[in-house]
């Protein structure tokens, strides 16, 4: 029986420091991409900030002219 499982799962044929290097391998990977992930995330954030300001200016410039024509 136990055979059977060994066969089924050949992780049980390697020595265990160097499954674990694998694993610690990777985790680091995978917050190596966690971080690539959130710095690419915080700058289209930024991105999109700069266009919304760009917009809400337009719009405050826009309204401005747009009252003080009414005032005339």
Do not use: N, Q
Not at 19 to 31: K, P
Not at 38 to 57: D, Q, Y
Request: glycine fraction near 6%; avoid cysteine; charged fraction near 45%.
């Amino acid at each position: 029986m136990a055979r059977k499982v060994e066969e089924k799962h050949g992780i049980f044929s390697k020595p265990l420091p160097e499954i674990l290097d694998e694993i610690e391998t990777a985790a680091a990977d995978a917050r190596k991409a966690a971080d690539e992930a959130r710095s690419a995330g915080e700058k289209a954030a930024e991105e999109v900030m700069k266009r919304l300001r760009k917009l809400f200016l337009t719009m405050v410039k826009d309204i401005t002219e747009e009252l003080g024509e009414g005032k005339k």
